[in-house]
């Protein structure tokens, strides 16, 4: 079977853990400090703040722009079609959903439906990049724009980019727009921590605050045995460990292999499976480059798919199944016509760097006999 999914694990990494764990510092430290480093020169922006997840840090983002108003009639503007983590930070601070539909070109928010849906109640908008395609974060901001001269107020973004390690939009990578950005490094991502995350940030206070919160409200570099210090805003243990962050220092260089070649392969789809009957590919906009976590597309008789798919040993699933069902966000349900007509159709194929060239041959063939 060809697996939808593989851990990106260099082979220094192994080595890398056992030197921290016979260290005798394994909690967070210089490892964690220099693996900040490196991201921050990767993606482009100083203010990184790692975490022990990418879903600690949604959380942690929404407290901090969103939840600290105390409001209990305070809305988040947010996507169905995602990993359901991205939508329970937003239920751990007792903030209500408001679902916007979903772009079927894109997969991503419809930025029609999100500019309609922006209210006073508005305190914060959710976006997620899937499968690593960018939001058109230009256009977003003009809509941001709007809102503020409409009510007096720019709602804060938080761009969910656990796909997205290094997708770009306008030639600059994800965490560089001016919104805070919260990436994934869990397993399967291109870049793993084995798990772990990270908070990317607009601006020096918002950074300070993060840093501090990951920890209980604490400065790492407090004296806290003779000195302790005193806690402005309590905080949560949502901080990366020494352990983590040498996974991921080990697999920095190895992951933008991992992301240029997710695009080959998607690359080659692209050209080969574009015409084929019952199948439409997602958008692809000269202004963006996806990193391809995964290769959606959306397709006919699913069912019928997915077993041909099966049939011929390439492991499909649609990964992300959407969230607005679920019994306990009934409360929050719309109509969301744009999902309505994608949400049977999505599935997503082989793309990864271990998909071999006669491996990939066989998927275009497979698909393109039809189902």
Known sequence: MIPLFKVAMSESAPAAVAEVVGSGQIGQG??????ERG??????????????????????????VAAAAGDDDGEVLSTPLTMEATNWAILANRLRIKWVDVDPATLNVDLDDLARKISPRTRAIVVVHFAGYPVDLGRLAKILDDAEAAFGFRPVVIEDCAHGWGATYQGTRLGTHGNVAVFSFQAIKHLTCGDGGALVLPDDELHERATLLRWFGISRGADRLRNPPDVAEWGYKFHMTDINAAIGLANLDWAEEVVARHR????HYDRELAGVPGLELTERAQ???????????????????MKRMDEAQIMVSNVHER???????RRYATLLPGLDSVAERVVCLPVGWWVT???????VETVRRGW
Request: proline fraction near 3%.
């Open 323 to 329: 969230n607005d069902t679920h019994t306990c966000v």
């Open 357 to 363: 060239e006669e491996q990939r041959a066989h998927i």
């Open 39 to 64: 991201l921050a020169e990767r993606i482009g922006n100083p203010r990184v703040a790692t975490v022990n997840s990418g879903t600690s840090g949604l959380h942690l983002a929404l407290h901090m």
């Open 264 to 267: 080959a392969h998607a690359a």
């Open 287 to 305: 202004d963006r480059e996806s990193s391809f976590w995964i290769y959606p597309v959306k397709v006919e008789d699913r069912a019928g798919f």
């Open 30 to 35: 210089a490892k964690v400090a220099e693996f």
